[in-house]
């Protein structure tokens, strides 16, 4: 049984703008949650770390375009993506660790999703 469960990827020329979703069967009080990208060729990377004391930390290359939200109602986390670049394009992953995230980071998430395709064209 998947533990998280991403939807919202897509197709979409630069400029545009999609919201991923993550919903999360998890019942942590504490704990880490967030969204990594691996695009082809290259090393799985953290682009947004989402706390559950509701502290949040970017990477560099999205900061000021992405902006990671959790609704504590339904266990859904999100990310908002805006003025999307080509190189955005990649696989997006939902993860989350116990506990919180140590300096804003995640250490080593226990569950992951399937991920979902974002494709950002030029």
């Known amino acids: 049984e998947e533990m998280l469960e991403e939807s919202g990827g897509g197709s979409v020329q630069a400029g545009g703008s999609l919201r991923l979703s993550c919903t999360s069967k998890l019942t942590y009080t504490s704990y880490c949650m967030g969204w990594f990208r691996q695009s082809s060729g290259k090393e799985r990377e953290e682009v947004a770390a989402?706390?559950?004391?509701?502290?949040?930390t970017y990477a560099d290359s999205v900061q000021g375009r992405f902006t990671v939200s959790k609704d504590n109602t339904k266990n859904v986390l999100y990310l908002e993506m805006n003025s999307l670049k080509p190189e955005d394009t990649g696989m997006y992953y939902c993860?989350?660790?116990?506990?919180?995230?140590?300096?804003?980071?995640?250490?080593?998430?226990?569950?992951w999703g399937q991920g979902t395709q974002v494709s950002v064209s030029s």
């Open positions: 993860a989350e660790e116990f506990g919180y995230c140590r300096g804003g980071h995640f250490s080593d998430p226990w569950f």
């Open positions: 989402f706390d559950s004391d509701g502290s949040t």
